[in-house]
């Protein structure tokens, strides 16, 4: 049988929300997490989003790739400019 929470929350002046710890706790909502708001007939329902999988940075890109090839432009000679 479910356990079901029943707490209130207050909106800020910029509409922001508490999530109450023991229904983060309970629902495994951490922080960075993404909630999708449904309104519906009866008010709202939240539904908490599975999170992407996270990017790969740019470094471990470079680390899989094995080497970065040359860009043209380092491989012309730089000509000297006179002033």
Do not use: C, N
Not at 11 to 31: E, H, N, Y
């Amino acid at each position: 049988m479910w356990d079901i929470l029943t707490m209130v929350s207050v909106i800020s002046s910029k509409g922001q929300i508490v999530l109450p710890k023991k229904i983060r706790q309970k629902l495994g909502i951490m922080p960075g997490m993404a909630l999708d708001w449904i309104e519906t007939a009866d008010g709202l329902k939240v539904i908490k989003l599975e999170p992407a999988k996270p990017k790969v940075s740019f470094l471990e890109a470079l680390k899989r790739f094995g080497s970065v090839p040359p860009a043209p432009r380092d491989q012309r000679p730089v000509e000297p400019v006179e002033l």
